[in-house]
């Protein structure tokens, strides 16, 4: 069974989810099975660990393991503490690939494919490593990489280095259906680990305002009311969010409430899938 990790030297906000949809993407187009191993952060299921299904709730699962079900319902998910059981678990299931969300925390588990991603913008991203211990990596991935991040590449040792960024995919309704605001005003808000980023993005619409949270935090029915409050102070026609927000906030949201979501794809000038490839001959 191969492993790819898919790394950071922050504490979240890289874009680590987003990667680990692309691998799922390249993994299903070409009829491998394969599973997804993650710690599940802030779930209920994250100590004891659990095998995703349908009817499991974010709160159970992870806002961000939650995502991924969606997107790709048909194939393993373990959550926990635990990697080494829930690799266990994914092999006796048959799955011939794992993509191991945040595997540079699991230092014991040998990995076929390390990939590390980092955005140097984000003053904090090694808080929680040293940047050094990059040098381990099979590939650097740099959000929006420039002249001034080549300084931190002293550090590896000769790992293939790629920028990468974000792309909007749809914006829709909160009942799923098309809903661009092209130049309407719009009040964007999210809890990600890396708020900035997403307002940064949506820049490229009306943004006449903007609200961020703390990673994985916990709406409320008065955020929403408050967010509303907000919304209509800076003249704007929506409030607007991230996928991973709506997750939280989907089972509180009244007709007419007005909300758009946006879902996003990562994209890099690197060729992912030839390099995944590579470990599967």
Same mark, same amino acid.
């Given at each position: 069974?191969?492993?790819?990790?898919?790394?950071?030297?922050?504490?979240?906000?890289?874009?680590?989810?987003?990667?680990? %949809?692309?691998? =799922?993407?390249?993994?299903?187009?070409?009829?491998?099975?394969?599973?997804?191993?993650?710690?599940?952060?802030?779930?209920?299921?994250?100590?004891?660990?659990?095998?995703?299904?349908?009817?499991?709730?974010?709160?159970?699962?992870?806002?961000?393991?939650?995502?991924?079900?969606?997107?790709?319902?048909?194939?393993?998910?373990?959550?926990?503490?635990?990697?080494? *059981?829930?690799?266990?678990?994914?092999?006796?299931?048959? *799955?011939? /690939?794992?993509?191991?969300?945040?595997?540079?925390?699991?230092?014991?588990?040998?990995?076929? %494919?390390?990939?590390?991603?980092?955005?140097?913008?984000?003053r904090y991203y090694y808080l929680r490593n040293f940047k050094f211990?990059?040098?381990?990596?099979?590939?650097?991935?740099?959000?929006?990489?420039?002249?001034? *991040?080549?300084?931190?590449?002293?550090? +590896?040792?000769?790992?293939?280095?790629?920028?990468?960024?974000?792309?909007? +995919?749809?914006?829709?309704?909160?009942?799923?259906?098309? =809903?661009?605001?092209?130049?309407?005003?719009?009040?964007?808000?999210?809890?990600?680990?890396? *708020?900035?980023?997403?307002?940064?993005?949506?820049?490229?619409?009306?943004?006449?305002?903007?609200?961020?949270?703390?990673?994985?935090?916990?709406?409320?029915?008065?955020?929403?009311?408050?967010?509303?409050?907000?919304?209509?102070?800076?003249?704007?026609?929506?409030?607007?969010?991230?996928?991973?927000?709506?997750?939280?906030?989907?089972?509180?949201? /009244?007709?007419?409430?007005?909300?758009?979501?946006?879902?996003?794809?990562?994209?890099?000038?690197?060729?992912?899938?030839?390099?995944?490839?590579?470990? %599967?001959?």
């Amino acid at each position: 069974m191969k492993i790819i990790s898919v790394d950071s030297l922050a504490f979240g906000g890289t874009g680590k989810t987003p990667m680990v %949809l692309e691998i =799922a993407s390249i993994l299903k187009s070409i009829g491998v099975k394969f599973s997804i191993v993650t710690r599940g952060y802030g779930s209920t299921s994250e100590k004891n660990g659990v095998s995703v299904n349908e009817n499991h709730s974010w709160q159970e699962v992870g806002d961000e393991v939650k995502m991924i079900s969606l997107e790709f319902p048909d194939i393993d998910i373990f959550t926990g503490c635990d990697r080494v *059981n829930s690799l266990k678990k994914s092999e006796e299931n048959g *799955n011939k /690939v794992v993509i191991l969300d945040d595997g540079f925390q699991s230092a014991g588990i040998k990995k076929d %494919l390390k990939i590390m991603m980092i955005n140097p913008d984000n003053r904090y991203y090694y808080l929680r490593n040293f940047k050094f211990l990059m040098c381990k990596e099979d590939v650097i991935l740099f959000y929006k990489y420039g002249k001034r *991040n080549k300084r931190i590449c002293r550090f +590896t040792k000769e790992p293939d280095i790629g920028e990468y960024s974000f792309r909007f +995919t749809s914006f829709q309704t909160p009942d799923g259906l098309p =809903a661009d605001p092209e130049n309407l005003p719009v009040f964007g808000f999210s809890a990600l680990g890396d *708020n900035e980023r997403f307002r940064s993005d949506l820049r490229e619409k009306n943004l006449v305002g903007f609200r961020g949270f703390g990673d994985h935090y916990k709406y409320t029915k008065k955020d929403l009311q408050n967010l509303e409050k907000m919304m209509k102070s800076y003249g704007a026609e929506f409030l607007i969010c991230t996928y991973k927000d709506f997750i939280k906030i989907s089972d509180m949201i /009244v007709d007419g409430f007005p909300l758009i979501y946006v879902k996003n794809k990562i994209k890099f000038n690197y060729d992912l899938k030839e390099k995944v490839l590579s470990i %599967l001959k």
